[in-house]
């Protein structure tokens, strides 16, 4: 069984920043890819960014690009989501996910990720 939980969301001004853990248990976590996804209600769940198994390749969606950054520690088994200068459409529940396709491409969509978090809630004043 493998288990996702996301850890750090809260509240935070305009601006600010926060980092977001995602701990795995159940599966080697190098054998797969780590994706990062938000949901608000009534709007679609929007693809935030994805790493590669070993942390050498990133992808990141439009509305993040150059605020958001996206590491792992495989030794940790626990991957990361950095977000910095953040604004309220930021605020949103995120989850993780994870590919165990590791031999494939990067996946933006969430039919590429087979196994998710709960999600962790983020909430941006201004």
């Known amino acids: 069984q493998v288990r996702l939980v996301e850890s750090g969301g809260g509240l935070v001004q305009a601006g600010g920043s926060l980092r977001l853990s995602c701990t795995v248990s159940?599966?080697?976590?190098?054998?797969?890819?780590m994706g990062w996804f938000r949901h608000t209600p009534g709007k679609e769940r929007e693809f935030v960014g994805a790493?590669?198994?070993?942390?050498?390749?990133?992808y990141y969606g439009d509305s993040v690009k150059g605020r958001f950054t996206i590491s792992r520690d495989n030794a940790r088994d626990t991957g990361f989501l950095q977000m910095n200068s953040l604004k309220p459409d930021d605020s949103a529940v995120y989850l993780c996910?994870?590919?165990?396709?590791?031999?494939?491409?990067?996946?933006?969509?969430?039919?590429?990720?087979?196994?998710w978090g709960q999600g962790t809630q983020v909430t941006v004043s201004s």
């Open positions: 996910a994870a590919d165990p396709t590791p031999w494939s491409a990067l996946k933006n969509t969430r039919e590429g990720y087979t196994y």
């Open positions: 159940g599966r080697t976590f190098g054998t797969y890819h």
């Open positions: 790493i590669s198994w070993n942390g050498g390749t990133t």
